[in-house]
C-alpha cells in the first residue's frame, strides 16, 4: 500500500525518514501484524527547481493494505493519534493517489526482508573503498624449507600491469596479471592461512599469502560466461610446480607505500591478522626440471606399491623433490634387502611421521634422514606388514587418488569394503585397482558458478584422465567403472592391466565378463548413464555370502490396474531357512564369537547376479529358496552364485527431523512450537551429557557416534561398575566437548532432531495381500528393548522431502490376529505396504519403491503434536526420457557422461533453492512446484543421463539476501548481516535457538618455528612394560577396574613376554595406522592438518566448512576406516578360536595396562579405550559361559 507523504522538513534525508519510520513500523505497535520486522520504502520526490535535496512530499510504501490502513489510523490525517515529528516539522500522511503502489517496489519489500539503512550505508562505503587496488612488480610462487627459508619455484616479473584487489562479495583477493588475456591468481579469504608484510632486505616491499588450499587460478574470456577456470598460468615453469608451489605466494610491491595500502585493505576487508614475520628467500630449485626428470627416471624399475609411496611423498607434499632423490639410494637397498612389502610399508610410514616433523615442535632442527631411519625402525620392530583390519573375507586394501585443478594427492593402501568384481581375482591383484576422486581444492566438489565456464575446465582437467588414462610412475591406468554412490562423490575406479593366470586382465575384459546388458531391456546400451548405472552393481561395496540357493523362482511384479505403478517394485522374497542360513554365513564372516546371539532380520538388500532390491522372508516357502520379480533383474548374469549382501536390517534406526521436513510440515500445519520442544528436549540431552556416563553413553548412542569404538558400551559398563564419570581426565573431556559440539552443530545447521517413538524402517511388499489401500503393518523390535507395532494414523515420508505430498497419513494395522500372516512371520523392522489399491504408498513419496528405500514413520497416536492441518495431493512426476547415443554405448561414452554430470550434478542447489524460496514463498509458491519436479528429473539424472538445464532452475526470488539459517558455518551471520536475513520460519527460529560453544582450534595449521623430535618406544619393549607395570600408579578407576579384572584371572601372574611383545606391536601398528588415518581424512589439504584423536574416536570433523556434505562424506569415510582398524585390534586381542575368554580377558588386560603405560603418546587414550571394551566383552562372555554350563 501506498501511502503520500507532505511537509517533509528539507533538511532530512531519505535515511533519516527511513531511520525515524523503522523504530515506529518495528516498534511494539505493529509487533502483531508481523512476528519479523517487515520491509519498507521511502521515496522522496526530487525539487523540481533542483534547488533542495527534495520537494517536501514523497511515498512511503507498505508490504500490505492492513498494515498501510492502521498506520494511517495512528499516524495519518491533519490530527493524527501519534504525530511524527522529523527534524523540524511534523510529516502529514495520507492515501496515496495510487494506494497499490508501483508493483516494481511492492514485489521488493515483499520478497526482500528488512536491513536496516546504516548497514546499507556501511555496504556501500566498503564496497566503493575495496575498489583500490595494491600495484604489484613481481609474482613469485614458493615452497616453505623446514629450515624457514622460502625457495622461489617460479615467478613473474610483471613487465605489463599487475595488481592485488579485494572482492567483498565473493570474498576473495585477487592478483591481476595482465598479458596477452586478463588472468587472475585467486584466494578465498576462508583459504588463507597467514599474511606477511615486510620490506625484505630494504628494498623488497612483499606480501606473503600462505594458504592451506591451493590458489586458484582463472582467465577471463571475453563471452559469457566471463571467465574460464585453468590449471596453471602462462608463466615460464609454472605447469611444473604448481602442484607443489600454490600454496605459498610472495608478492613484491614497487614502493614501501604500497605495503601500507595493502593492510589498509585488508582491515576494510576484515582480514585482521597482518604479520610483519620476515621470510629468508633463496632459489633452490627444489622442483627443478632435472630433480623432477632424474626421480621420474628412478621410480621406473621400482614396483608399484613402492612407487606409489614415493609419489606419495612428492604429490602430498611432504618432502620436495630433492629430498627424495637424497633417500633414493637408502630405498633402493632397502628393496633390495628387504623386499617391496617392507620398502613400501617403511616408506608410508615415513610419510607420516614426516608430515609431523614440518609442524613438530622441539629445540631440534627437522632431520629427514634420522626421520626416515625412525620409520625403518618402527617397521623392523612390526611382526606384520599388512593393514590391520578384521579377516571377514570381504575388505580389501586400495590405492587412492584424487584429482584436483592443480595438483594429485595419493592415499593409501586404506581397507574398505569389497565388490563382486574385486573378489573375482586374487588378493595380490587388489593393487592393480585404483580409485580416483575428482574434486576441487581441499576436496571439495566442484560447484556451479554463473561466472565461471565449468564444462570447458571439466573437459580440459578430466577428460583426458577420463578419455586416454593416467599414467602414476610409469604405470598405466585405464577408467573402468563407478557405483551409484560414488559417482555423487566424483569418484570412479581405474584399473591397470595384469595377468590373472595365462589371461590379461584390463578394463574391456572386466566388463565384458559382467554379464549380458541387452536382453533384459534392448534399448539399455543405447544409454551411456543407464548402462553405467548397470554395471555400478557390480561395484555396490557388499558383503558376499556362499549359500547354496535350491531354487530361484521368478514371479511377477503386481501392477496397479492402469499398468502406470507396481507395488513390489524392487523387492522379492526369500524362505525362512534362507533367511537363517544368510545370516549366520554372515555372523560367521565376522568372527563374532559372541554367544550373545541376535535373531535373523527378516529382509535383506542384496545384489544377486543382475538383480538389485529387497528380498523378505515368504514364510510359505520352505527350503533354501529366492524369489525375485522382473522389476529387480537389470541385466544377465547366471554364472555369479554368492548372495551379495548391501545391508542387513537387523534393527530399527532412529528418526531424525530435517530442514526440509520441517518446512514442509510447517507449510501443512505443524506449529513451531512442536519443533522447539523436540529441539530443546535434545538440546537439553546433548548438555547433559557431561554430568555422567551413562547420559553421555545414551547422546552417543542416540546419534551414532564413538560407535567405531563401542563407546556408549563401554561407557554403560563403566557406570555398572559405579564409576558414574572421569574426573581429571581430559582426552575424555575434550571427547565428550567435541561429542557435544557434533550435536548441537546438527541441531542448529541442519535441523537434525530426534523424535522419540518415531521410526525410520525400510519398506517391503505385502506379499499375502491381507492389508487394505494405504494399510501397513510395522512390528519394531529394538535390539534391547520390547516389541512395537504400530497402530492407528501414521505420518509417513520418504528422504529427501521436497513436494508438498511428500507426507502422507497410513493406518497401521497394530498387533496382527492370530490368523494373520503377520501373526507367523511379523517381519520385524520393516514396514509392510499394501499392495491393493490405486496407487502404491512409497511412490506417494517422493517417487519410492521397494529395492531399498527407508521410510519415516510417526505414529500420531502417540505423537498427536505432528498431526498436519491438512494433507497435499502427492507428485505425479512422469518419467524423464532418456539421454541416448546413436550406438551402442562405450566406456568412451560412459565417460562423456561422468565429465557431464560432475559439471551438471544440480541436486544440492535444486534442493537449497526450494528451501530458500519456501522460506519467503511458502511451500506451495510455483516455484517450489517447480523445483519439486525438477528435484525428482536431478534424482533421476544418474541413470537416465539427461541433466537439468541450469537456465530451468527459478532464480531465487531474494536477488542480495538469503535466510541466516543458509549462511555457511564458515561465515559470522552477525558481522554478514547486510547478506542474510532474519528467517522466520521455523528452521530460522531454530536455528536461532541454539548457541554453539565456543570452538577451539583442534589442529594448528601454521608451521611452528620450533620442532619437537617423535617419540619412540625403547629397543626392548618387554623390558619397558614389566618396568612400566611395576611402577605404575593406578588411578581410582584403574583400581577399579583391576579389581573387576581380578575377580576373573589373577593379573599378578607373570605374562609371557611374547605375549607383551605381541601387544606392544599392536599398538604401535593401531597408533600408526590412526595417524594415517587422521591424516587422510582432515578437511584442509595443508601441509599440516590432521585430526585429533578425539575427533577419531568420537567419529567426527570439527573443522568448520563451507561444504557440509564433503564433511559428511568425511565423516563417514573416518567412521569407516576407524571401525575396520578397531574391528582389527579387537580380533587380534581375542587370539586364535581354539582358545577362550579368559585368555582373551588376559590379552585385554595387558592392552589396558600398555594404554595406560603410554598414556602421553599419540594413540594411547583411544587404545585404551579398545581395551576396555575387550576386557568388558571378555567378561560378559565369561559369564554368559558359566551361566549355560559350558
Known sequence: MEIFMRSIDWSITRQQVEEHLAVVLHGPNFSHLSPTSFNFHVHLHQDKKRVRHHAGTGALTLPTA??????????????????????????????????????????????????QPWILAEREKRTKQLKNTVRLRAIQFGWECRDYVLSIECEDQCTEQATLGFDSDRREIRIRLQRDKTYFIVAPYSHINSIHVHNYLGNEPSIVLTLNTALRY??????????????????????????????VLRLVCPIAEDLNDFRRLCRIAELHRVDEYEYPVERRGCFSVTALEKLQSQLLPVKWCVAFQIEALLMNMYLDAKEILELMPRIYTMIGEDGDKFTATTLRRFGTLAKHLFWDEGDKEPDVLQCFLDAEKESRSLKSFDTLKPSDGSLCDMFHVKITPTTMSFEGPLPEQSNRVIRAYHPDHQESFLRVSFTDEAGLQYRFDREIDGPSFIRERVGPFLLNGLTIAGNFFEFLAYSQSALKEHCVWFVKPFMNGLDVVDAQSIIAGLGTFDKVDRR??????????????????????QVEVEEILHIDDKSTSDGKYQFTDGVGTMSQDL????????????????????????????????????????????????????????????????????????????????????????????????????????????????????????????????????????????????????????????????????????????????????????????????????????????????????????????????????????????????????????????????????????????????????????????????????IADPASYEAVPRKEVKHPSTMADVAEFVMEYINSDVLGLVAINWLITADSQGIFHKDCITLAN?????????????????????????????????????????????????????????????????????????????RKKNKKMNDNAADDMTDTFSNLSFTSISGTIEDHVNDYIDIDADSVVDEIESIQDLFSRYASELRGICAVNSLSHARTAQLSEEEAIIGTII????????????????????????????????????????????????????????????????????????????????????????
Not at 582463472?218 to 600454496?247: D, K, M, N, Y
Not at 539399455?524 to 555370502?545: E, G, N
Request: overall charge positive; glycine content about 6%.
Open 1103 to 1190: 573443522q568448520k566448512s563451507s561444504q557440509p556434505r564433503k564433511r559428511k562424506d568425511m565423516m563417514a569415510a573416518l567412521r569407516s576406516s576407524t571401525d575396520i582398524l578397531v574391528r582389527g585390534i579387537r580380533e587380534q586381542l581375542r587370539g586364535e578360536d581354539s582358545e577362550g575368554p579368559y585368555e582373551d580377558l588376559q590379552r585385554a588386560w595387558l592392552a589396558w595396562q600398555l594404554a595406560l603405560a603410554h598414556k602421553n603418546d599419540f594413540g594411547a587414550q583411544s587404545f585404551g579405550w579398545v581395551a576396555l571394551g575387550a576386557i568388558f566383552e571378555a567378561i560378559r562372555e565369561i559369564e554368559a559361559s558359566t551361566n549355560t554350563g559350558i
Open 579 to 870: 533367511c537363517r542360513e544368510i545370516w549366520l554365513e554372515l555372523k560367521q564372516t565376522k568372527r563374532n564369537r559372541s554367544r550373545i546371539s541376535r535373531p535373523s532380520p527378516s529382509s535383506y538388500q542384496i545384489r544377486f547376479q543382475g538383480s538389485k532390491g529387497m528380498i523378505s522372508v515368504d514364510y510359505k516357502l520352505s527350503g533354501y529358496v529366492m524369489c525375485l520379480r522382473p522389476s529387480m533383474i537389470k541385466f544377465e548374469d547366471p554364472k555369479t552364485t554368492a548372495i551379495e549382501i548391501a545391508r542387513a536390517f537387523d534393527r530399527p534406526m532412529a528418526y531424525f527431523l530435517n530442514r526440509p521436513l520441517i518446512m514442509l510440515l510447517e507449510g501443512l500445519g505443524v506449529p513451531y512450537e512442536t519443533f522447539k520442544r523436540y529441539q530443546d528436549m535434545a538440546v537439553d540431552a546433548t548438555k547433559n551429557a557431561a554430568k555422567s556416563l551413562k547420559q553421555a553413553a545414551a547422546l552417543f548412542e542416540s546419534h551414532g557416534l564413538g560407535a567405531s569404538y563401542r563407546l556408549p558400551s563401554v561407557m554403560l559398563s563403566l557406570d555398572k561398575l559405579h564409576i558414574m564419570s572421569l574426573p581429571n581426565n581430559q582426552f575424555y573431556e575434550k571427547m565428550l566437548a567435541y561429542a557435544i559440539n557434533h550435536v548441537l552443530r546438527d541441531l542448529k545447521n541442519y535441523a537434525r532432531i530426534p523424535i522419540p517413538g518415531a521410526f525410520t524402517l525400510v519398506g517391503v511388499a505385502d506379499v499375502h495381500k491381507y492389508l487394505g489401500p494405504d494399510q501397513i503393518f510395522a512390528c519394531v523390535k529394538p535390539l534391547n528393548g520390547r516389541t512395537i507395532f504400530l497402530k492407528g494414523p501414521v505420518l509417513i515420508s520418504r528422504s529427501p522431502t521436497i513436494h508438498p505430498g511428500d507426507v502422507q497419513i497410513v493406518h497401521a494395522i497394530g498387533q496382527p490376529p492370530s490368523s494373520s500372516p503377520f501373526a507367523i512371520e511379523p517381519l520385524v523392522n520393516t514396514v509392510v505396504f499394501s499392495i491393493e489399491g490405486d496407487r502404491p504408498v512409497p511412490s506417494c513419496l517422493g517417487g519410492g519403491d521397494l529395492d531399498g528405500d527407508v521410510y519415516n514413520l510417526i505414529p500420531l497416536n502417540e505423537l498427536p503434536e505432528f498431526s498436519p492441518e491438512k
Open 218 to 247: 582463472e582467465c577471463e574470456t571475453g563471452s559469457q560466461p566471463p571467465r574460464r577456470r585453468l590449471s596453471f598460468l602462462p608463466i615460464p615453469g609454472h605447469e611444473r610446480v604448481v602442484p607443489f608451489a600454490s600454496l
Open 66 to 115: 492492513e498494515i498501510g490502513t492502521y498506520f494511517l489510523d495512528l499516524h495519518g490525517s491533519d490530527n493524527p493519534k501519534f504525530p511524527l515529528v522529523i527534524g523540524k516539522k511534523r510529516i502529514v500522511f495520507c492515501i496515496s493517489k495510487h494506494p497499490n503502489g508501483r508493483s516494481d517496489v511492492i514485489e521488493r519489500i515483499t520478497l526482500q526482508p528488512y536491513m
Open 524 to 545: 539399455l546400451v543405447y544409454c551411456p548413464a543407464r548402462y553405467a548405472a548397470r554395471i555400478s552393481q557390480a561395484f555396490t561395496a557388499t558383503d558376499a555370502v
Open 934 to 1010: 525438477l528435484h525428482s528429473n536431478a534424482v533421476d539424472y544418474p541413470k537416465s543421463g539427461q541433466p537439468v538445464p541450469i537456465g530451468d532452475i527459478p532464480k531465487l526470488p531474494l536477488k542480495t539476501r538469503k535466510p541466516d539459517w543458509n549462511a555457511p558455518e564458515t561465515v559470522n551471520v552477525a558481522s554478514s548481516s547486510s547478506n542474510y536475513y532474519e528467517s522466520s520460519k521455523a528452521i530460522g527460529r531454530l536455528f536461532r535457538a541454539i548457541d554453539l560453544p565456543v570452538e577451539q582450534l583442534v589442529h594448528d595449521t601454521k608451521p611452528k618455528h620450533s
